[in-house]
């Protein structure tokens, strides 16, 4: 009998600690549950649909980290005037019927349908086969058709001349530029900035995966509660959803 | 027909040559600044992307297209007052297209990359398209002009007017989509856009072919004819009327529904520089004042007529500042049934104060418009016809 106990509160124990290790490693591992990084050279495949599940409950609206952790990643200086750019933004939103106040982050869609991939006459803007939408630096002429097409208002304007910029993120005055869903990462199998930094402050309000991969964990919170897109009436199926909206 | 000048009329054209060269430079000069500073010297902001530089060059563009109506009356549809004046509305198109184009091209954050523009051609762009249309414009109006002026090619007369005159209409149904088929904001995205920008331009262009006709008559000492600025005048105010009409139309359907009515009491009511230059800057003295000038018993003489037109020239900058600058101004609707704050201006109206180098360069513009008109008149003495002439060609046909 005492045997039987012993083994039942043994087997409690490993079970337990598996838990444990499982929720203290859940910002690196849980969040974004992508399978791998791509080999360099190896093009991106439409097999692959990265989004992102906002979780508006959990975005506390005194947070700014997701903001900064942009900023710091691509080598944009945080807005202080109305002609600085910014690439993710915190909106806070107060509902007019009943006075509910919530906050999230805002940023490029990644629309299925981008408008701003349609009326770029050189297209400089284009989407990737995995579903992220990016301005070709190099090409984009700075006519600002994106920016008035963008039901979001999820693209900048650079006005200024770039002083130092990061490596990984060519800016250069007189071009549009906007969220990557920081490419540079997600193709070396590491989550977005902001993602990355959510979790770090506690919140886990971005989850970051695989739209099309029906075991990511992505896939099944969308499938399990009620989320809505932005603007959803356009039908340019964006691939940030969110919850609590 | 020889070209004969005093030495008192030449100096009058070299003065003016100088005057139209000084404000183009200046234009271009204003451009380079704003190149080597970046738009942090306009007033444009993350909100307000197309500033001034695009009030002036949709004006051009738009009006450039609109002039060549009178060649279309002329060729197309026969009317032999027109006919002598298609020259100079077709050298007029020319200028207009010339230097609107230039304003929105020096206006792009990178003009250096304009050949990119005609290398890298998307086909979904309404901006691509209108690439080739203008250039087609270009080509097609020399074209009609060269089968206008040499009495050899005289036979193509005809057939290249009815092809101005198709491509001038889909040039300007081009430019009205770069609005209409934006469904982001709520002052663009509708049908009625292309229309609108159809029969504003038949109503500019024929307002700045006024202005421009009389002045180039009364500087080449050339009279013109009362009759037939009488039959012009006349379109000119059924034009407005036209204009009038599908404004209101384009602002009654937005205001019947619900999601559009914040905007619209922005525009006519309660965004402050936009309403007064709506209702005073286009439909007072833009356009009621023009109709009294051209129909009131008793005026309609030609300085009311040019007076008129000028008015309607300037009630068309007060539409479009407020089309193109208040359309941008009012917050997305991103989030509706929420109050929206941001550090970014969600919810919020935005601020805009146009920069000297924005208008600098938007003369500059017109000034590369005015130097090609003249110089054309001046080369080409057959822009200008001579009215008594045509009349007794018409009693006798």
């Known amino acids: ?245 | 027909m020889q070209n004969t000048f005093t030495q008192s009329e030449s100096r009058y054209f070299y003065a003016l040559v100088a005057f139209g060269l000084l404000i183009a430079a200046i234009g271009l000069a204003a451009a380079h600044y704003m190149e080597q500073h970046g738009h942090v010297v306009t007033g444009m902001n993350q909100q307000v992307v197309w500033g001034m530089p695009h009030v002036f060059a949709i004006f051009m563009i738009v009006a450039a297209s609109g002039v060549l109506n009178v060649a279309a009356i002329g060729s197309v549809f026969g009317k032999i007052a027109y006919k002598g004046r298609a020259p100079l509305a077709g050298m007029l198109s020319i200028a207009m297209l010339a230097g609107g184009l230039a304003v929105l091209m020096l206006d792009l954050g990178r003009p250096d990359r304009v050949i990119v523009a005609a290398t890298n051609f998307n086909p979904t762009s309404v901006f691509a398209w209108n690439l080739p249309l203008y250039s087609g414009l270009f080509f097609l109006v020399s074209l009609y002009m060269w089968a206008l002026l040499e009495r050899r090619m005289n036979g193509w007369v005809k057939p290249v007017g009815i092809a101005v005159f198709t491509w001038r209409i889909i040039l300007t149904t081009g430019t009205g989509l770069i609005f209409a088929f934006l469904v982001a904001r709520q002052a663009y995205g509708s049908a009625v856009l292309p229309p609108m920008f159809l029969v504003m331009s038949f109503t500019w262009g024929l307002a700045v072919f006024h202005v421009v006709q009389s002045a180039m008559y009364a500087w080449n000492g050339k009279t013109l004819d009362p009759a037939i600025l009488h039959r012009m005048k006349n379109l000119l105010g059924i034009f407005v009327i036209g204009t009038l009409y599908l404004v209101a139309a384009y602002h009654l359907t937005n205001l019947y529904f619900a999601k559009q009515a914040a905007f619209e009491h922005f525009i006519l009511r309660d965004g402050g520089l936009y309403p007064v230059l709506f209702w005073g800057g286009y439909v007072m003295f833009g356009s009621l004042l023009p109709l009294l000038l051209i129909f009131l018993p008793g005026l309609g003489k030609p300085k009311f007529v040019v007076a008129a037109s000028l008015l309607v020239i300037l009630g068309s900058f007060a539409l479009l500042y407020v089309f193109i600058i208040g359309g941008q101004v009012f917050p997305l609707s991103i989030f509706p049934g929420y109050e929206v704050s941001s550090n970014f201006g969600d919810g919020q109206i935005a601020s805009y104060h146009p920069s000297l180098p924005e208008f600098l360069l938007g003369f500059g513009g017109l000034a590369i418009a005015f130097l090609i008109t003249i110089v054309g008149v001046r080369v080409i003495d057959s822009l200008l016809p001579h009215d008594r002439v045509e009349r007794r060609h018409q009693e006798a046909g």
């Open chain 1, 1 to 245: 009998m005492s045997d039987e106990v012993n083994l039942n509160r043994r087997q409690f124990l490993t079970k337990a600690s598996a838990a444990v290790a499982g929720i203290a490693i859940a910002p690196g591992m849980l969040l974004f549950d992508f399978a791998h990084g791509r080999p360099l050279g190896e093009a991106a495949s439409n097999a692959v649909r990265w989004g992102m599940l906002i979780d508006t409950t959990q975005c506390d609206s005194g947070c700014n980290e997701c903001v900064t952790a942009c900023s710091k990643e691509n080598g944009w200086p945080e807005a202080k005037s109305s002609t600085d750019v910014q690439w993710i933004r915190k909106v806070e939103l107060k509902q007019i019927s009943t006075g509910r106040q919530s906050s999230l982050p805002m940023m490029c869609q990644h629309c299925a349908e981008p408008p701003c991939v349609d009326v770029c006459p050189t297209a400089a803007s284009f989407k990737r086969a995995d579903g992220i939408v990016l301005v070709d630096k190099h090409r984009c002429i700075g006519c600002r058709y994106c920016m008035m097409a963008c039901p979001y208002k999820a693209r900048s304007f650079v006005h200024e001349a770039v002083i130092d910029h990061d490596s990984d993120m060519p800016r250069g005055k007189g071009t549009v530029e906007s969220c990557t869903l920081c490419v540079h990462r997600v193709d070396k199998g590491e989550a977005p900035a902001c993602v990355e930094a959510c979790a770090k402050a506690g919140h886990r309000a971005i989850l970051f995966g695989d739209l099309n991969d029906p075991n990511s964990e992505i896939y099944l919170r969308i499938r399990s509660v009620t989320t809505s897109q932005l603007r959803a009436d356009l039908g340019l199926n964006p691939g940030i959803s969110f919850v609590g909206l």
